[in-house]
């Protein structure tokens, strides 16, 4: 398991065997997936100061990643 925050495994522990289905049989789940995983390891590269990005833009990672967290949750919960 990674040391960033905030995966999915970690964020539905209960639906890993689902995700993984999903990311083998759905493109467009896998590449939101796929997605949520970059920007979320963006996130964590700017909260640990790894890569200086503006507050700005931090912000708007978080709301990207939320909103990519919420559309895969309504996937997976479908």
């Known amino acids: 398991m990674s040391n960033t925050p905030h995966e999915l495994a970690e964020e ?3 639906e890993a065997g ?3 289905a999903l990311k083998e049989t759905d493109a467009h789940f896998a ?3 796929d997605e949520y ?3 979320n ?3 964590h590269r ?3 100061r790894v890569e200086v990005l503006s507050e700005a833009h931090e912000t708007e990672l978080r709301r990207k990643r939320a909103a ?3 559309e895969i ?3 997976l919960s479908a």
Do not use: C, G, N
Request: hydrophobic share 45%; glycine share 0%.
């Open 12 to 14: 539905f522990p209960a």
């Open 46 to 48: 700017a909260e640990t």
């Open 73 to 75: 949750w309504q996937r």
């Open 41 to 43: 390891r963006a996130v």
């Open 31 to 33: 590449r939101m997936v």
């Open 37 to 39: 995983h970059e920007v």
């Open 18 to 20: 689902k995700i993984s």
């Open 68 to 70: 990519l967290k919420d």
